[in-house]
């Protein structure tokens, strides 16, 4: 057979197929070229892989990893990769990069982010502490619209970034996004556009997510089809329609309940 085969399937099947781990077998029967730029490059293109996992197994043996047409959401796991200049991760779902994403990639000088799901400038942190990179591509992105989002990343950016979203930063543009975060004015408006995530606020954002998929309580139901009953006028039963379909108890709701528990009689205790 002229295709290569992992565990019996061609690159085509699993292409075609679901979700593929990124295992030892994968790294070890990918493609591998010399790119234009003469890097060697391993090729890990549209495997739909979605997390980064096994990465050591390649043994730090390629200056570039295309990682691009997968299904990545969070950005991180690397190994330490100390040739690895050139990352490309075009068109996967990432909305999420690692704190340390990058610290075991010291070298990286080239981050192809094209057509991903990041949306907030404080979600770019760990790209502005890469201290050698040059090029950079968030296009396709929601953060670019963003206001500020360019001036920011010039600023934010080690002074080796050269080209941001395939267009080279020119040196008036450095100084005007250096004079436009100076001072206490620029410390405000950072705050304003960039603020830092909170930790606590992604938790309970995590657990109303997980509550969402896992549907609501035979109590919240129970409640809101009682509400539904009893509304009076039409406006009041779509409002509780939506909150049935949503399966989010309405604040009014949540208040009634909290008052039937202070009322409610405590428990008899009774002497044996």
């Known amino acids: ?18 979700m ?15 790119n234009p730029a003469k890097q060697r490059q391993l090729l890990l293109r549209g495997f739909k892989i979605p997390t980064i996992e096994n990465l050591g197994g390649s ?18 796991n690397f190994p330490p990769l100390k040739r690895l200049g050139t990352l490309l991760l075009m068109n996967n779902r990432i ?14 000088v080239s981050v192809c982010l094209t057509g991903n799901k990041l949306e907030k400038l404080a979600d770019l942190e760990p790209l502005t502490r890469l201290k050698k990179l040059e090029r950079l591509s968030l296009l396709e992105n929601q953060v670019t619209k963003v206001k500020h989002y360019r001036p920011y990343m010039i600023n934010k950016c080690s002074k080796s970034l050269r080209i941001l979203d395939f267009n080279r930063i020119k040196d008036k543009e450095r100084k005007a ?26 938790l309970t954002d995590a657990r109303a997510s997980e509550t969402a998929k896992a549907g609501p309580s035979p109590e919240v139901i129970e409640r809101i089809k009682k509400a539904i009953a009893e509304a009076e006028t039409i406006e ?6 939506r909150a049935l379909k949503s399966g ?8 009634e309940a909290t008052k039937e528990d202070k009322t409610a009689p405590a428990p008899m205790i009774v002497d044996a």
């Open 236 to 241: 009041e039963v779509t409002r509780l329609e």
């Open 95 to 108: 909305s999420r990069i690692s704190s340390d994403c990058f610290d075991p990639l010291p070298n990286l």
């Open 248 to 255: 989010v108890l309405p604040e009014d709701l949540k208040l």
């Open 59 to 76: 043994n730090d043996a390629y200056e570039c990893i295309d990682l691009c047409d997968n299904d990545l959401i969070k950005l991180g």
């Open 177 to 202: 996004a250096g004079l436009l975060f100076a001072g206490e004015r620029g410390k405000k408006l950072l705050e304003e556009i960039a603020p830092p995530r909170v930790a606590g606020k992604e």
């Open 1 to 18: 057979d002229a295709e290569q085969r992992i565990g019996g399937r061609t690159f085509a099947d699993f292409r075609l197929g679901a």
């Open 20 to 34: 593929v781990r990124l295992t030892l077998e994968l790294l070890q029967q990918a493609p591998q070229s010399l």
